[in-house]
């Protein structure tokens, strides 16, 4: 599957000299990674690209942000992150090249560079008529995939939204962002670190009204991870992901609000409507019964597995489509 206008790495033209240069006999670590350009900001982390002189290519590094750096709960997770990355290697998950300290003993791990678009700039309205549904459902069935391998091996991601599901520019499909997974101890507990400094949980911050970003990540919570049970299990990923669906098929989130309290509200209480009667767009049926089997607020009543998922996306749902049943302008 190869997306339209998806960009090229600049720097992938390989060359001699960069094939051949000697390693020095003895390597300093401090002196590994060079010319550093900032790619993402987030709240807690700080993504940047940058040229790794022992193997000559370029990766993506990321660190906490000074001011949390030091924390070690915001330490905990990170190494949580970084280590459930790297253990779950999948072709839908970003390999990890290294974890470390730099020179002032902060953490630090590096990864796999991969240029192309987040799903969240696929769906935007502005683009979203580039993309067929065929392409858009094949982006799912590969985080569906994800979630197979992951669930199998005891961790749920907690964080499926648009922007952490990556397309590059040859097709392939990366589930990103760990930062939130949720793994057992072998007794079979799970114990969540406390918050830290730098915390960002969009549940502690209910009570102030919010817009945007924070808004946006609560939508696309299932009702348990909101009642924050500790029976959550891989089903709260199949809510996420009928989420996605859902926006797919009709433009719009099932659960919407001016505030994440409204959002929450309609996420625990409000049933969605069909995504047929919300778009003009011929919604296939198929694809709508399994979006809403996906929105069950029981996880019981949801779709089970993300075998089970993937492989009911993969059937034939191009056939019959729900006629749109949103009124036409005059």
């Known amino acids: 599957m190869q997306f339209p206008d998806s960009p090229t790495d600049p720097l992938a033209q390989l060359y001699l000299e960069d094939t051949d240069r000697k390693l020095p006999d003895r390597i300093d670590v401090r002196m ?22 022992h193997l000559s290519r370029t990766i993506c590094y990321k660190s906490l942000h000074r001011e949390i750096a030091d924390d070690p709960i915001e330490q905990q997770r990170f190494l949580r992150e970084a280590r459930v990355t790297a253990m779950l290697q999948h072709p839908n998950t970003v390999p990890v090249y290294e974890l470390g300290r730099d020179n002032r003993g902060h953490l630090y ?36 995939r994800a979630l197979e391998y992951s669930h199998a091996h005891g961790v749920i991601h907690r964080d499926i939204k648009p922007e952490n599901i990556l397309v590059g520019p040859f097709g392939e499909v990366l589930l990103l962002d760990w930062g939130l997974a949720k793994v057992w101890n072998r007794e079979g507990r799970s114990t969540e670190p406390l918050v830290g400094k730098g ?42 992901l009928g989420v996605i669906l859902y926006e797919i098929l ?78 036409q302008p005059d």
């Open 109 to 144: 791990f590096t990864m796999k560079l991969v240029h192309g678009y987040t799903m969240r700039e696929l769906l935007n309205p502005q683009y979203r008529d580039r993309y067929d549904l065929v392409q858009l459902i094949g982006v799912v069935i590969q985080v569906g």
């Open 250 to 327: 009709c433009g719009e989130l099932p659960a919407k609000g001016t505030t994440a309290d409204q959002v929450i509200d309609k996420i625990l209480h409000s049933s969605p409507e069909r995504p047929s009667t919300v778009t003009r767009r011929r919604v296939p049926r198929q694809l709508e019964e399994l979006t809403m089997d996906c929105l069950q607020k029981d996880p019981e009543r949801r779709i089970q597995s993300a075998a089970e998922l993937v492989r009911d996306l993969q059937q034939d749902w191009t056939e019959r489509s729900v006629e749109a049943t949103r009124p």
């Open 199 to 240: 915390t960002e949980d969009p549940i502690d911050e209910l009570s102030i009204t919010q817009h945007g970003k924070l808004q946006g990540t609560v939508a696309f919570m299932s009702p348990e991870q909101v009642e924050r049970s500790p029976e959550i299990d891989g089903r709260t990923d199949l809510y996420s």
């Open 32 to 53: 590994r990674y060079v010319f550093f350009k900032t790619i993402a900001r987030g709240g807690k982390c700080l993504i940047q690209g940058c040229k790794d002189l």
